[in-house]
């Protein structure tokens, strides 16, 4: 069985910075590239940054770049995002997805809710 788990959300203040982890397991074909979506009360789920565990290729949303980095171990099964100089606007769950070599099947995360407030 596939398992996705982040963790590292929590409260923060506005210009503050908190780094999220996500690991991906159970694969027999291993994972091709993992990122992130948030979704914030009453927003769509948008995608913030992924990136390729084979290339290391980076894909960032326009509203993160400059401030958000993702980044992978060596292993490729696992992958970070450093958020500095975070802002209110940036209040959401914040949603790991791994997807699946060969299958190209998409696996998420349960979420884990990143507040920033003064």
């Known amino acids: 069985q596939v398992h996705v788990v982040e963790s590292g959300g929590g409260l923060v203040q506005p210009g503050g910075s908190l780094r999220l982890s996500c690991a991906a397991s159970?694969?027999?074909?291993?994972?091709?590239?993992m990122g992130w979506h948030r979704q914030a009360p009453g927003k769509e789920r948008e995608l913030v940054a992924r990136?390729?565990?084979?290339?290391?290729?980076?894909n960032y949303a326009d509203s993160v770049k400059g401030r958000f980095t993702i980044s992978r171990d060596n292993a490729e099964n696992t992958v970070y995002l450093q958020m500095n100089s975070l802002k209110p606007e940036d209040t959401a769950v914040y949603y790991c997805?791994?997807?699946?070599?060969?299958?190209?099947?998409?696996?998420w995360g349960q979420g884990t809710q990143v507040t920033v407030s003064s």
């Open positions: 997805h791994a997807i699946e070599k060969r299958s190209v099947n998409t696996y």
């Open positions: 159970g694969s027999i074909f291993g994972f091709g590239a």
């Open positions: 990136i390729s565990s084979v290339t290391g290729n980076t």
